[in-house]
């Protein structure tokens, strides 16, 4: 598979990444979550992004089944979407014990919303020192921000702090509405973050008969812009197997092709972007 260098990491990442939500993240379908993991691994995809979030923990659980026996194969992501010191310390130690792993290879502040969360976690107390004291412990390697819903407030949090990678969705209906590769994908370029792009099906809303009607259109587009990677949910086997084709076969689409899956998405909006207003 085509990989790219994640930013200042220096990480050659699969253009294709697991995300650990979807058939990963079920508690209770153990046996099928390991299978996607596996034949994920198998295919030459060695990034995987989770949160305890994901399955109230389930996503973690069942990633760290694997891990036990293929940990060095993956760069591991994980998040805190706790906002304080103290809450990230405890919450990084359970992400620890499901995920089967002494270290992570990247840890991220989970969706940043409002200026308020960002203010949280940079204060003194904050979670951005416990992700400071566990860097410089070698208990996670790269450190990471994360948000869905305000490219504003994710590009004040790159300039106001260093951090190492940067996740954000990205997907044909972008610029229609607060569009995050407009001022923050060239911001996050300039810094050298690992740039990791999500939401590139828009959990399938992106998909209309007359409208992004393929996967190859909604991934190729994502995959057309600067981003190191992009993590995409996995709900059966056979759409592994399907972007593990795209991402092999890929080739950048030309500037006239984006414009013109950007003027598909325009009837719906809303829809491509629901993440921005509802999540």
Known sequence: MQKRKLGKTGYLVS??????????????????????????LDLGVNYIDTAPAYG???????????????????????????????????????????????YLDLYQLHDMQIREDLKQVLAEGGAI???????????????????????????????????DCLLFSLNAGDPHYRSFKQELLPEALR???????????????????EGIATMEQAFG????????????????????????????DFKPFTEEEINHLETLTSPYVEEANFFKHHW
């Open 129 to 163: 020192k416990a992700l400071e004291q566990l860097k410089s412990e070698k208990v996670i390697l790269n450190m990471g921000i994360t948000g869905h819903k305000d490219p504003a407030l994710l590009l004040q949090a790159i300039k106001e702090y260093s951090f």
């Open 15 to 40: 253009i294709f990444s697991l995300g650990g939500e979807s058939a990963v993240e079920r508690s209770n379908h153990p046996a099928e979550a390991e299978a996607i993991v596996n034949r994920a």
């Open 191 to 209: 810094q050298n973050l690992g740039v990791i792009a999500m939401k590139v099906t828009a959990v399938g809303r992106i998909f209309r008969k």
């Open 56 to 102: 109230m923990g389930g996503s973690e659980s069942n990633i760290g089944r694997v891990m036990t026996y293929r940990r060095k194969e993956v760069f591991l992501a994980t998040k805190t979407g706790e906002r304080s010191y103290d809450g990230t310390m405890r919450q990084v130690e359970k992400s620890l014990a499901r995920l089967k792993t002494d």
């Open 221 to 248: 587009y994502t995959l057309t812009h600067p981003v190191s990677t992009a993590i995409i949910g996995i709900s059966t086997m056979a759409e592994i197997e399907e972007n593990v084709r795209i991402a092999k």
